[in-house]
C-alpha cells in the first residue's frame, strides 16, 4: 500500500467523477495527486452498475448541455488515450408520442424521425401504437468500469485504496486535509469530494440516492450493436448486451448507500419490469431472466450536479450528484468542477450552440440550493 498522505490534491472517491478529476487535473499538468477509495476496487458502486450508455437526453436543458460536451470529450480521448475502452457508435433512439419531449428532440445534439420500418429493422422490434422514433447518430455505449479503470491507471494520481475518509481538517475557513478512518491524517492544498452515494454524509448537501435495477434478458439473436432504445412514454429503455438485452424499467426506490455492498434486487424492480413490458413491448415480456443487479443513482432536487467550490471552505470542492448521467457526463463535469480553480487549463469540451460556461458553473453550484439533505424529507 502507498503510504504517500499528503498531496496538492487529494480526490475523496475512485468511481467515475473521481477518475475524470484525476484526468482533467493530470491534462492540465498537475502531478501531484491522491485519490482515497473505501473500496479495493475503483468503480465498484455505481460506476460499474450502470448501462453504459453515451446519452444526451436528459430532462435538466444544463444537463443535456454537459452531456453534449461529455460526448465531445469522449470522442477526443482516442487521441490521447487510445488504449481506452472503445465508444461504440451505436446510435439511440428516442420513443414517445404523448409527451412534448419527443417533440423537442429531448435536447438532445442532432436527432431525425425514424419510420416504424426501419426501426424494425435496427432493433427487431415493433413500435408502440401511436409512437413516434427519434435517431440520434452520436449517442452510443461505453465500458464505464473498465473507462473508470483506464482514467486512474493513466492518470498522475497516486491511489490509496481500502482507505475511507471519515471527516474533514480545516482553520481558519480554509480546508487543510483529511481525516481517514484509522485516525491517519492527509495534508491536502485542495480537496475534491467525488463521493457518490455517501456525498451527502460527509458534508451536509441536498443529495439522495436512488435504486434503479438492470436486467438482462435472453436473445435468440444478439444485436451488440444496435441502436440503444428509450421509451419516454413507458420509461423503459433496453440496449444490446453481449448476453441478450439490457433492460430497465427506470424505477427508482430512495435507498442508502452501504460500503462493501451493492444494492440488492428486489421483487419490486422485476414486477415493474414485467407491467411496463407488457403494456408497450410484449415481444419482450417473455424471454428468459439471465441475471439482474441494481445501483445508486445520485440526484439533486432540480436533477442538475454539484459542481465546483463550497463555499464553506476555501479549498474543497464537489464533483457529485451526476444522477443517471455519469458515465456521458463524468469528463466534462469534472472540468467544469475545477474550472473555477484552474481557468482555461482544462478542457470542458465543446458545445457551439448551448449554454456558455459561466451559466453552466451557475446551473451546477453549490450555492443555488439549500445546503441541506433535509430538503428531500419535506
Ligand atoms: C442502474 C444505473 C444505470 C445507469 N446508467 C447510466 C447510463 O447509461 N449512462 C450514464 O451516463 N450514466 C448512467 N448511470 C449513472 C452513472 O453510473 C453514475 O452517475 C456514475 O457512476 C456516478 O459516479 P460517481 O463517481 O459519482 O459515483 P460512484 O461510482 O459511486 O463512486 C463514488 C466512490 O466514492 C467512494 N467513497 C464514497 N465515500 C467515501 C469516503 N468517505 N472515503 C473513501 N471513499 C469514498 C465510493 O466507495 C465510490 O467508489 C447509471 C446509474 C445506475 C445506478
Known amino acids: ?16 467523477a473521481g477518475a475524470a478529476v484525476a484526468e482533467q487535473l493530470t491534462k492540465a499538468g498537475h502531478r501531484d495527486l ?34 453534449r460536451r461529455g460526448l465531445h470529450l469522449h470522442r477526443s480521448l482516442r487521441d490521447r488515450l487510445p488504449a481506452a475502452p472503445p465508444l461504440l457508435a451505436t446510435g439511440s433512439v428516442l420513443v414517445g408520442g404523448q409527451g412534448p419531449e419527443l417533440a423537442a428532440g429531448y435536447r438532445a445534439g442532432h436527432t431525425e424521425r425514424l419510420p416504424a420500418a426501419r426501426f424494425e429493422e435496427l432493433t427487431g422490434m415493433q413500435l408502440p401504437a401511436q409512437s413516434r422514433a427519434l435517431y440520434c447518430p452520436d449517442d452510443g455505449l461505453r465500458e464505464a468500469k473498465a473507462l473508470c479503470h483506464h482514467l486512474l491507471e493513466h492518470s498522475a494520481a497516486t491511489l490509496q485504496m481500502e482507505a475511507r475518509v471519515e471527516g474533514l481538517h480545516h482553520q481558519g475557513g480554509r480546508v487543510r486535509g483529511l481525516v481517514l478512518e484509522d485516525g ?6 485542495r480537496v475534491i469530494l467525488c463521493g457518490g452515494a455517501w456525498s451527502r454524509d460527509l458534508l451536509d448537501l441536498p443529495l439522495q440516492p436512488f435504486k434503479r435495477h438492470l436486467f ?19 420509461e423503459v429503455y433496453f440496449r444490446g448486451h453481449e448476453e441478450g438485452l439490457l433492460v430497465s424499467a427506470c424505477d427508482d426506490i430512495p435507498e442508502s448507500p452501504r460500503r462493501g455492498e451493492q444494492p440488492a434486487c ?29 445501483g445508486l443513482r445520485v440526484l439533486s432536487p432540480d436533477d442538475a450536479f454539484i459542481l465546483g467550490p463550497d463555499p464553506r471552505f476555501t479549498g474543497l470542492a464537489w464533483c457529485t450528484g451526476l444522477g443517471g448521467h455519469g458515465l456521458t457526463c463524468a469528463l466534462s463535469a469534472a472540468a467544469l468542477a475545477l474550472r473555477p480553480w484552474l481557468g482555461d487549463q482544462v478542457d470542458v469540451g465543446n458545445d457551439p450552440q448551448g449554454p456558455d460556461l459561466n451559466t453552466l458553473q451557475q446551473a451546477h453550484s453549490l450555492e443555488r440550493l439549500p445546503f441541506t439533505k433535509e430538503i428531500w424529507d419535506a
Do not use: C, Y
Not at 500500500?1 to 467515475?16: D, H, P, S, T, W
Not at 448501462?51 to 436528459?58: D, F, K, T, V
Not at 413490458?277 to 439482474?292: D, G, I, K, Y
Open 266 to 294: 428486489g421483487p419490486e424492480g422485476l414486477a415493474r419490469l414485467h407491467r411496463a413490458l407488457h403494456e408497450r413491448w410484449p415481444q419482450l415480456a417473455a424471454p428468459r431472466l439471465v441475471r439482474s443487479w441494481a
Open 34 to 67: 491522491l485519490v482515497i477509495e473505501q473500496e479495493s476496487e475503483a468503480g465498484w458502486h455505481g460506476s460499474g452498475q450502470n448501462a453504459g450508455m453515451l446519452r444526451q437526453h436528459a430532462s435538466n436543458p444544463f444537463t443535456a448541455a454537459l452531456a
Open 1 to 16: 500500500m502507498n503510504r504517500k498522505l499528503q498531496a496538492e490534491f487529494v480526490i475523496v472517491g475512485a468511481g467515475l
Open 216 to 234: 438482462v434478458l435472453s436473445q435468440r439473436q444478439k444485436r451488440t450493436s444496435m441502436p440503444w432504445v428509450w421509451d419516454l412514454d413507458g
Open 184 to 189: 491517519r491524517s492527509i495534508e491536502a492544498e
